[in-house]
């Protein structure tokens, strides 16, 4: 026995020679793995609940839900011009997306015009 650990133990918790001896002989066994103070089933679920930290909630302080895309006049009267155009020479003509794209069919090949607006 270490004769330190032995007088620290009995000066820090008031304690007699023999007292912290057998303290140290009862940590010895704990360390190797006895389990002398198990905890019942309800203490376990209770020690196992007060044991787990609450998460804080993660809080968005942007809207989430989808934007809605504004309508470009500009955009869907040039689709429709370059229908017009289209229809003297070309077959299948198909507005994809009135604001983005036409298909359409010259000679039996097929073609896509897709007409973007590139931001400055």
């Given at each position: 026995?270490?004769?330190?650990?032995?007088?620290?133990?009995?000066?820090?918790?008031?304690?007699?020679?023999?007292?912290?001896?057998?303290?140290?002989?009862?940590?010895?066994?704990?360390?190797?793995?006895?389990?002398?103070?198990?905890?019942?089933?309800?203490?376990?679920?209770?020690?196992?609940?007060?044991?787990?930290?609450?998460?804080?909630?993660?809080?968005?302080?942007?809207?989430?839900?989808?934007?809605?895309?504004?309508?470009n006049p500009v955009k869907?009267?040039?689709?429709?011009?370059?229908?017009?155009?289209?229809?003297?020479?070309?077959?299948?003509?198909?507005?994809?997306?009135?604001?983005?794209?036409?298909?359409?069919?010259?000679d039996d090949v097929r073609?896509?015009?897709?007409?973007?607006?590139?931001?400055?």
């Open positions: 026995m270490n004769e330190n650990r032995i007088s620290q133990l009995m000066k820090s918790l008031d304690i007699s020679r023999e007292e912290a001896i057998d303290l140290i002989k009862e940590d010895e066994e704990i360390d190797k793995g006895s389990k002398k103070y198990e905890l019942t089933g309800e203490a376990a679920k209770v020690s196992k609940k007060m044991r787990q930290a609450d998460r804080k909630k993660t809080v968005y302080n942007f809207d989430t839900s989808k934007r809605e895309k504004k309508e869907r009267d040039l689709i429709a011009a370059l229908v017009n155009a289209l229809h003297d020479t070309a077959t299948d003509v198909t507005i994809t997306n009135p604001e983005r794209q036409i298909d359409f069919l010259v073609y896509r015009i897709v007409l973007s607006a590139p931001r400055k």
